[in-house]
């Protein structure tokens, strides 16, 4: 178990991403969800991670436009006080077309979308809540400060946060009080200033994509491709990854190079992906996503197995240097 940030929340040290369960929905032309899934299988596979341990769950109001928080809250009715709901807010959705249709950053939105997540959830708290708008300006996210002490003030949230990969933002909420950032992190996406200031200020560091979007599952090769209902199919510019509907050649090169260290003491590469999150930092707390029960079993087996050894990681290290 880990302590999320400074907050005195206890979560295990993985998490779930919630993202992909919340099905296709879009932004214009452009997909943003993970493709068509069987919300029945979502439930499983969340139950399931439970099962194995996992009590930290991550979603967000626009994953499938509401869709997401729907299943988690579904899938935890009668069971919340085993399982500590981290979702954000930010963004402004159709749930009838599921369309993403644009942000909202104001106070007044905020205090909207919170009784919104809190309704699609089956709840009437909050345990973790982030703003959405990665690069959002600083004064404006700093407007919504009083706002979100004034919701855990009245026990809607416990704590808040900010999902963002830029180190001087993260500071901005961390010296305000938020216990937790979340940011784009895994094997090939280092991230050691954001990493700075979760250490500076006691944070929880969520990592998301520590899969790389499923590069690090081992199961793409230069032959798969991806559908039109797929963010990784239909690739926004921020998502190098994928290219074309297929995963980029630079980056399934980089996974095989580390491939071998990863995975030399038994592991999955899965496994090892997360285990190296581990051993790169003791804030972390990786949230793979998952679909399927089998999706989650395997990730939750690098629970027992913790960080990778030190001499695994120091190879790793030495590899991925070398594309650098």
Not at 224 to 231: F, H, R, Y
Not at 251 to 269: I, N, S
Request: glycine share 10%.
């Amino acid at each position: 178990m880990k302590t999320l940030g400074h907050s005195g929340i206890e979560v295990s040290a993985l998490g779930i991403g919630c993202w992909a369960i919340g099905g296709p929905f879009w932004a214009g032309e452009q997909p943003l969800g993970w493709g068509r899934v069987d919300d029945e299988e979502s439930i499983r596979a969340l139950r399931r991670a439970l099962e194995l341990g996992v009590t930290f769950f991550d979603t967000a109001d626009v994953y499938g436009t509401g869709h997401s928080e729907r299943i988690v809250g579904r899938a935890f009715a009668g069971r919340r006080d085993e399982v500590v709901i981290a979702t954000k807010w930010g963004n402004v959705f159709d749930e009838s077309t599921r369309q993403l249709t644009g942000t909202d950053a104001s106070p007044a939105y905020l205090r909207t979308a919170v009784e919104g997540s809190l309704r699609r959830l089956g709840t009437d708290h909050i345990d973790l809540y982030q703003l959405h708008l990665n690069d959002l300006p600083i004064a404006q996210a700093r407007e919504l400060l009083p706002v979100l002490e004034s919701l855990v003030d009245a026990g809607k949230i416990r704590a808040y946060g900010w999902s963002t990969d830029f180190a001087d933002r993260a500071t901005v909420y961390a010296q305000a009080g938020a216990v937790a950032i979340q940011h784009a992190m895994s094997v090939l996406q280092d991230s050691p200033e954001v990493l700075a200031v979760v250490d500076k200020y006691d944070l929880a560091s969520i990592n998301r994509g520590p899969l790389a979007m499923g590069l690090l599952t081992g199961k793409f090769t230069a032959a798969s491709t991806l559908g039109p209902d797929d963010v990784r199919g239909i690739a926004p510019d921020w998502l190098s990854f994928f290219r074309d509907g297929k995963p980029s050649p630079e980056w399934l090169d980089r996974v095989a190079a580390v491939r071998e260290a990863l995975t030399a003491d038994g592991r999955t590469l899965a496994q090892g992906a997360l285990g190296w999150l581990w051993a790169r930092n003791g804030h972390t707390i990786p949230i793979p996503g998952c679909r399927t029960v089998a999706q989650v079993e395997e990730n939750a087996g690098a629970l027992s197995r913790g960080p990778l050894p030190p001499d695994a990681y120091a190879e790793v290290e030495r590899l991925i240097r070398e594309f650098v």
